[in-house]
């Protein structure tokens, strides 16, 4: 059991294709040892909001470059209704430590035909995977 009833409760509202693809990678991150779980799918404007004003105007480090208004996440429903990413990360103690093998995520998201986070430079973001906006979402 790759996903549990928590991590699809947290994918609802998140693009059919994509969590079929979580379904696969999570089944084969658990087959190398490394079980997963979902983090986060779908976000509110506010909730987009409030991560952007992070590292900005409330304390933290910068985490995302999207305000939620003029530039919405992923996480954000789309015009079909559905969110086209999700952020990820390792069960256990310090589920986003270094440590944990996130290259062996991202390569296997990117299997699946996603766009992994732990790509970008800034702000990296191994956690979140996202359907490729170049048109692959369209079913």
């Known amino acids: 059991m790759a996903l549990s009833s928590r991590d ?4 609802s509202g998140i693009y059919p294709p994509l969590q079929t693809a979580l379904e696969g990678i999570f089944a084969e991150m658990e087959k190398m040892g490394h079980p997963m779980f979902v983090v986060q799918g ?17 304390p933290g480090k910068i985490v995302t470059m999207k305000d939620g208004i003029r ?8 015009e079909d209704g559905w969110g086209h990413a999700v952020d990820c990360a390792f069960l256990g ?4 430590d270094d440590a944990h093998p996130w ?3 991202g390569e296997t998201a990117e299997a699946y035909g996603l766009t992994w986070g732990g790509r970008w430079s800034h ?14 979402r369209k079913a």
């Not at 699809?8 to 994918?11: A, E, F, G, P, T």
């Not at 103690?93 to 986003?96: E, G, L, S, Y």
């Open 93 to 96: 103690p310090k589920p986003f």
């Open 123 to 136: 702000p990296h973001d191994s956690p979140h995977v996202e359907v490729r906006s170049d048109g692959a």
């Open 42 to 58: 779908v976000r509110t404007q506010r909730e987009q909001q409030a991560l952007f004003a992070q590292g900005r105007t409330t």
């Open 103 to 105: 290259e062996s995520f």
């Open 8 to 11: 699809r409760s947290r994918l």
């Open 71 to 78: 530039n919405k996440s992923d996480h954000q429903p789309d």
